[in-house]
């Protein structure tokens, strides 16, 4: 691991789709102080393009080619591909079902952790995904491992997905859940695994301040024995 990056500070958050990792890692940056950084929407963002260009999601070589070209930026919450907003459209359902090819594709995942590690040599960081205690941040100065049920999380999406007009079923979503997670959990490349030393945090039936107080008791001693504050 780079020098540089070892010398910022660097929070993972990890665990399956819908157990609030972008929101809690979001507030829990704001709270820090930190940046904050979304890899899902760097999967998302690759998948999308490759949709959108008709290419064939199974070809690796097609992906890595994709992955190449683009140059996404994230500012204040919003995903910008050159000067176009797509925050919204990564989060479309047909997004999210396509997005393991990238995700399971290791030269796109190789990219994505150089970008991902990059972001962090200059930033102290709250970073959530799949793989990040695990694969891309193994010295992190503390790495949670975020779960909810399969029920609320599969719920959670579907109040967001139809309170932005898409028209779904509850249990497409549960049963799209379930298999995303089985494939995150067995694909060969970074599956998703906590790490060793995790936090297991259960955000069933909790609030968001919550989940962050639980957290930032746990970061703020941490903290102090760094800098002596």
């Given at each position: 691991?780079?020098?540089?990056?070892?010398?910022?500070?660097?929070?993972t958050?990890?665990?399956?789709?819908?157990?609030?990792?972008?929101?809690?890692?979001?507030?829990?940056?704001?709270?820090?102080?930190?940046?904050?950084?979304?890899?899902?929407?760097?999967?998302?963002?690759?998948?999308?393009?490759?949709?959108?260009?008709?290419?064939?999601?199974?070809?690796?070589?097609?992906?890595?080619?994709?992955?190449d070209?683009?140059?996404?930026?994230?500012?204040?919450?919003?995903?910008f591909?050159?000067d176009?907003?797509?925050?919204?459209?990564?989060?479309?359902?047909?997004?999210?079902?396509?997005?393991?090819?990238a995700?399971?594709n290791?030269?796109?995942?190789?990219?994505?952790?150089?970008?991902?590690?990059a972001?962090?040599?200059f930033?102290?960081?709250?970073?959530?995904?799949?793989?990040?205690?695990?694969?891309?941040?193994?010295d992190?100065?503390?790495?949670?491992?975020?779960?909810?049920s399969?029920?609320?999380?599969?719920?959670?999406?579907?109040?967001?997905?139809?309170?932005?007009?898409?028209?779904?079923?509850?249990?497409?979503?549960?049963?799209?859940q379930?298999?995303?997670?089985?494939?995150?959990?067995?694909?060969?490349?970074?599956?998703?695994?906590?790490?060793?030393?995790?936090?297991?945090?259960d955000?069933?039936?909790?609030?968001?301040?919550e989940?962050?107080?639980?957290?930032?008791?746990?970061i703020h001693?941490?903290?102090?024995?760094?800098?002596?504050?």
């Amino acid at each position: 691991m780079d020098t540089a990056m070892t010398q910022r500070k660097v929070v993972t958050i990890d665990g399956p789709a819908g157990a609030g990792k972008s929101t809690v890692a979001r507030q829990l940056a704001h709270r820090l102080g930190w940046s904050f950084l979304d890899t899902g929407a760097m999967y998302r963002v690759v998948t999308l393009v490759a949709l959108e260009a008709e290419a064939d999601l199974e070809n690796d070589h097609v992906l890595v080619e994709i992955t190449d070209t683009i140059q996404p930026r994230f500012v204040d919450g919003h995903v910008f591909v050159g000067d176009r907003d797509v925050s919204a459209e990564i989060r479309e359902p047909r997004v999210t079902r396509a997005a393991r090819y990238a995700a399971g594709n290791p030269g796109v995942r190789e990219r994505l952790v150089h970008w991902q590690r990059a972001a962090a040599e200059f930033h102290d960081l709250v970073t959530e995904g799949r793989d990040q205690g695990t694969i891309v941040f193994p010295d992190a100065l503390v790495k949670f491992f975020l779960e909810a049920s399969d029920e609320e999380r599969a719920m959670r999406r579907f109040r967001e997905l139809i309170a932005k007009g898409h028209d779904i079923e509850y249990e497409e979503i549960l049963a799209d859940q379930r298999r995303r997670d089985q494939e995150d959990r067995t694909r060969a490349i970074a599956p998703m695994l906590p790490a060793e030393d995790a936090r297991f945090i259960d955000s069933t039936g909790k609030s968001l301040e919550e989940v962050l107080d639980e957290m930032t008791r746990v970061i703020h001693p941490l903290l102090t024995s760094i800098t002596g504050e």
